[in-house]
């Protein structure tokens, strides 16, 4: 079994830093790809960040040069740097990661989400 456990979120003002993490515990083979994702009330859950084990990242449009997403694989652990945090950025943020749990089966484990407001 695989467990994604996530730290790091809180109330902030605009103009603000946090940096959210998600550590992964378990038996697995390997990590693939180490993703964030955050949803609002009412919407559906948007990706904002994605990582892949090469260390290619991608971002969402709203967030590119203001966050960064980071791996340690040793510590099978993603981070998610927000930085210049706006108040349309709170939300309940996930992590996601796509998980080896043998050489040939993949399958997705999602954190317990964390909170994150931004005050204006």
């Known amino acids: 079994q695989v467990q994604l456990v996530e730290s790091g979120g809180g109330l902030v003002q605009a103009g603000g830093s946090l940096r959210l993490s998600c550590a992964a515990s378990g038996r697995f083979f390997s990590i693939n790809t180490m993703d964030w994702y955050r949803q609002t009330p009412g919407k559906q859950r948007e990706l904002v960040a994605i990582i892949t084990s090469g260390g290619s990242t991608n971002y969402a449009d709203s967030v590119k040069g203001r966050f960064t997403i980071s791996r340690d694989n040793a510590k099978n652990t993603v981070y998610l740097q927000m930085n210049s945090l706006k108040p349309e950025d709170t939300a309940v943020y996930y992590c996601?990661?796509?998980?080896?749990?043998?050489?040939?089966?993949?399958?997705?484990?999602w954190g317990q989400g964390t909170q994150v407001t931004v005050s204006s």
């Open positions: 996601k990661m796509s998980v080896h749990t043998t050489e040939y089966f993949l399958n997705d484990y």
